[in-house]
């Protein structure tokens, strides 16, 4: 019986993979869960395991190719110990005789990036988008892959470097206007034509409408210096803004079901968790780790995990299932300055929370003016499947959970 090596489902906005290197060969035994194959995405590089014991009876898909979800990598034949015992079959070798002619064959012109004494050989990948932009090996010089060989996150880091000026076009015919003084043509890289086409799909198949609040922020700083120090000390983390947002979205998510929905077809699937997307910028772009289970997690479990997957979008370690099936998403464009935005919905999600700067304003508090720090907030959702009474209630529950911690401690 015969086993397929299967493509795994590659995560929210990763469609393709690219097959990065192959750990065994064909003909090779192989242990159940063993590690046999390297892909890697626009995102992450994940390790496929085998499906079953056996030997690797053939390899469908090839260093370099790119494959979707659910493609046939290869196939494991049952029987390891037996097969792996009779190697292939091999054809014989001629017979040289006195009137056969040596073979003589051209050199082997290598395609793309070689690596060169002092350089690390780029996977596939890597070596592709090396080709598409004219990057030698030596250039780069050591990757951050496994044995110190360049990965495709090494090449965007590589691109997104200033430059003093643009490398020479290949001398090819090009439909493309000519470019003027001072202008540079660059090829989007993998990543950005992910997140475009994403964007775009979620912008013509969403019905979304963004509505907007304001928080004032001075009861939960307050609380957080508080207990800063000692939930430091006994919880080894920092306490942030972020699980109080997570739990006030929490809160209203249980209110209010439909904005924690998906529309597939012509049905609405209600989910009774909360896998809550964290959005975290990384050194190739914006990823989405989820919370699994958020509404079962403490304030620390929470902080916890939100540290853990920003270094892991620092260091590229994050898996695909860490960034596979989130049910709404909160995104947080303070950090880098935002004052307001209109956040895009992560599809096939209802809808997604955007955070903002702090920022001291004068507030008519009591029948007099005071200077508070002030957040906006915004909520984007698919009206297809949320009514905008739903999604300005949903907006009103998590500000009055922020002014009031205590009414996340109380589930009130």
């Not at 035994?29 to 499906?51: C, F, M, Q, R, Y």
């Not at 070689?114 to 596939?124: F, I, Q």
């Not at 598409?132 to 090449?155: H, L, P, T």
């Not at 303070?334 to 307001?340: T, V």
Request: aromatic fraction near 4%.
């Amino acid at each position: 019986m015969a086993t397929d090596i299967l493509v795994p489902t590659l995560g929210e906005s990763v469609s393709t993979a690219t097959v990065a290197r192959w750990l065994k060969k064909a003909g090779e035994a192989v242990k159940a869960d063993e590690p046999l194959v390297e892909l890697e995405t626009d995102k992450v590089t994940v390790e496929v395991n085998a499906p079953a014991a056996g030997v690797i009876e053939s390899i469908a898909a090839d260093e370099g190719a790119e494959v979707e979800p659910g493609a046939v990598l290869g196939v494991i034949a049952a029987g390891g110990a037996a097969a792996a015992a009779t190697p292939a079959k091999q054809k014989p070798e001629p017979v040289a005789t006195a009137a056969a002619q040596p073979k003589v064959e051209a050199p082997r012109v290598p395609a793309g990036p070689v690596a060169v004494p002092g350089t690390h050989a780029p996977l596939p990948a890597a070596a592709k988008l090396m080709a598409e932009n004219g990057i030698a090996a030596e250039q780069i010089g050591a990757g951050s892959a496994k044995d110190g060989r360049i990965a495709k996150g090494d090449v965007l880091e590589f691109l997104s470097r200033p430059v003093a000026a643009p490398a020479p076009a290949a001398a090819k015919p090009s439909p493309q206007r000519p470019l003027e003084e001072g202008e540079e043509r660059v090829k989007m890289t993998r990543l950005r034509v992910t997140i475009a086409r994403r964007l775009k799909e979620a912008q013509n198949t969403a019905a979304m409408l963004t509505t907007f609040n304001e928080v004032d922020m001075g009861a939960a700083m307050a609380l957080r210096a508080e207990y800063r120090d000692t939930f430091e000390k006994r919880h080894g983390v920092r306490l942030g803004f972020m699980s109080f947002f997570v739990k006030a979205c929490v809160a209203a998510l249980k209110e209010f079901p439909a904005v924690n929905a998906e529309i597939e077809g012509d049905q609405i699937i209600y989910k009774n968790f909360v896998h809550m997307g964290i959005a975290v910028g990384g050194p190739n772009g914006l990823v989405v780790p989820v919370l699994r289970n958020a509404d079962q997690l403490s304030f620390a479990a929470i902080e916890k995990t939100i540290g853990a997957f920003g270094k892991k979008a620092r260091d590229g370690q994050l898996k695909l299932d860490e960034l596979a099936g989130g049910s709404f998403t909160i995104t947080n464009g303070g950090i880098y300055g935002s004052l307001m935005s209109t956040p895009i919905l992560n599809p096939p999600q209802s809808g997604i929370l955007g955070m903002h700067k702090i920022q001291d304003r004068p507030m008519v508090v009591g029948g007099k003016i005071e200077i508070r720090p002030m957040m906006y907030i915004a909520l984007s959702y698919d009206h297809r499947i949320v009514d905008g009474k739903e999604a300005v209630s949903f907006l009103v529950r998590v500000k009055e959970s922020i002014e009031d911690p205590r009414r996340l401690m109380l589930d009130i």
